[in-house]
């Protein structure tokens, strides 16, 4: 995409949708490159759109991409990354192999293997691990998982910081899907779900649109993170229809709902949604958010944050419905904060909590702890 394009996007997301956090996924070609990737970026960074009651931004950009050189980790770290992606799709290297042979761009199994490592000599703190599950016995890959999450660990001091677990699907013109004899059934994604969530207890867990909203239903309170309104086709938000969709989408999606239907689904389960950043432009990354998240701490600031951002988001995009709806979710969070003072909570907390409440119910809009 062209960055003028880049910016339409995220216009829409940040404006019309209420995005906060985007993970963007770049292609595997020399074009797209770190200097691309960092161009992107900045361009995304800068975009403020007004909205009912306040403005919408992307306040952290998240990365998909291939593997790269530790100097090009450095660039797209100083272009203000927050988590960098690579999946290593299968960690069973017969079949990595045969899906990518050597002599195709992605043909090198420990060039991707050790990409995070690469990432994390270049400064890049928060990484985030993942298998395409159903490319291979997904008893193998959730060890496969749990050994370079160990390893990470071994290195660096710090795990990743989240774990996702795509199914594979149906995708244009691949017919692989139609032959594999490892498509995950819904009872074992279930269970692997529940061991990676078990094994590396500190990780966000990503669950992602592949999955149906009755499933998502199923393992969300396992999990801390999921996709909502999400478009797999170039360009799929700002220039192109629902319509259009199944004819340029990379794969088949699970659910397709609005974000505004996946919130008030969430919120009517008494789930809220965060849509919290401060922790990473606060320095709470790397081995400063792994200390506190090991040790509880970090929670109490997302209770409180995640409160805020939630508010800030009915005010300024939520529906009638789901507002009515979230707003009665909030009302007893505030009350469950409270019965925490003074134990999790000191009292000046608590006061400065209701105040950044009020005002962001005010118009005031990204107060956070």
């Keep these: 995409m062209s960055i003028p394009e880049v910016r339409k996007e995220a216009e829409v997301l940040a404006g019309k949708l209420g995005h906060k956090r985007l993970v963007v996924v770049f292609g595997e070609h020399p074009s797209s490159g770190a200097d691309y990737i960092c161009e992107v970026m900045r361009e995304i960074y ?43 799709e299968t960690y069973h290297l017969e079949t990595y192999n045969q899906v990518h042979p050597y002599s195709t761009i992605k043909g090198n199994y420990l060039w991707r293997l050790y990409s995070l490592h690469r990432a994390m000599e270049a400064g890049i703190d928060d990484v985030a ?48 899907i139609k032959k594999t004899d490892h498509a995950v059934k819904d009872e ?23 999955e149906t909203p009755q499933m998502m239903r199923e393992v969300i309170a396992m999990c801390t993170q999921r996709d909502a309104s999400s478009k797999v086709g170039i ?5 192109r229809g629902d319509a259009q969709e199944e004819n340029i989408q990379q794969f088949i999606l699970g659910d397709s709902r609005s974000l505004d239907a996946v919130i008030r689904d969430l919120a009517s389960m008494g789930y809220i949604t965060s849509f919290c950043t401060a922790g990473y432009r606060c320095g709470r990354t790397g081995n400063n958010i792994m200390t506190m998240l090991k040790s ?21 995009f939520g529906s009638a419905e789901t507002r009515k709806i979230g707003e009665e979710l909030i009302a007893r969070e505030i009350a469950e ?20 409440h009020s005002r962001i119910k005010n118009g005031e809009r990204d107060l956070c702890f």
């Design 296 to 316: 509880g701490k970090e929670g109490c600031l997302c209770k409180l944050n995640a409160v805020l951002t939630f508010q800030e988001w009915l005010e300024d």
């Design 46 to 88: 800068k975009v403020k759109v007004k909205t009912r009651r306040g403005f919408g931004a992307i306040r952290r950009v998240n990365v998909n991409a291939a593997p790269m050189s530790i100097a090009d980790y450095k660039k797209i770290k100083a272009a203000g990354i927050g988590t960098f992606q690579v999946f290593q």
């Design 235 to 239: 360009g799929a938000y700002s220039e």
């Design 129 to 176: 691990i993942g298998a395409l599950f159903g490319l291979y016995d997904w008893r193998f890959e959730v060890m496969g998982l749990l050994a370079h999450a160990r390893d990470l660990e071994k290195h660096f001091g710090i795990g990743p910081h989240t774990v996702s677990f795509p199914r594979l699907e149906p995708a244009a013109n691949t017919p692989f």
């Design 188 to 210: 074992d994604f279930k269970k692997l779900v529940a061991v990676l969530r078990l094994s590396i207890p500190y990780a966000g867990m990503i669950v992602t649109c592949r």
């Design 337 to 356: 904060i409270e019965k925490r003072v003074p134990g999790d909570f000191s009292p000046v907390i608590l006061q400065s909590f209701k105040e950044y």
